[in-house]
Each structure stands twice: as C-alpha cells, then as structure tokens.
C-alpha cells in the first residue's frame, strides 16, 4: 500500500495494472488488500494470468475513509 500511494502522489497516472498467476491466489488475495481489483483475463506462451487494476480515485477514496 505504501509503494501505491507514493506512485500517485509522485505521478500523474491515473490507474495502476498488474497481472498474476491464476494459480497464485496468495498475490491476489495481497493485491485485494490493497485495493486492486480483478479486471480480466489472459493466457500467454501457455501460462494464464488474472489482471488486475487500481484506481487514483478508489485508493484516494481509500485513504479519507482510514
């Protein structure tokens, strides 16, 4: 959550992604812990992965309600 919060307070980006195994449900449910959300599907060379985004207004929403 830290490193989230100093990439949109640094940056102008608006929307963090990332992608993670399938099979790697530890990282997703981390990452749905700081907020991020599933947002699709992929499967590349063989390998499937869960995308996944994070809003500037989500997280900002986030911060006002802690």
Do not use: W
Not at 25 to 47: E, M
Request: glycine letters at 4%.
């Amino acid at each position: 959550t830290t490193l989230v919060n100093y990439i949109f307070r640094q940056t102008n980006l608006n929307r963090i992604y990332l992608k993670t195994l399938d099979s790697n449900t530890r990282a997703q449910q981390c990452f749905t812990k700081c907020g991020f959300i599933p947002n699709g599907h992929l499967v590349k060379d063989g390998f499937s992965f869960i995308l996944m985004e994070l809003h500037r207004k989500q997280q900002e929403q986030k911060q006002t309600e802690n």
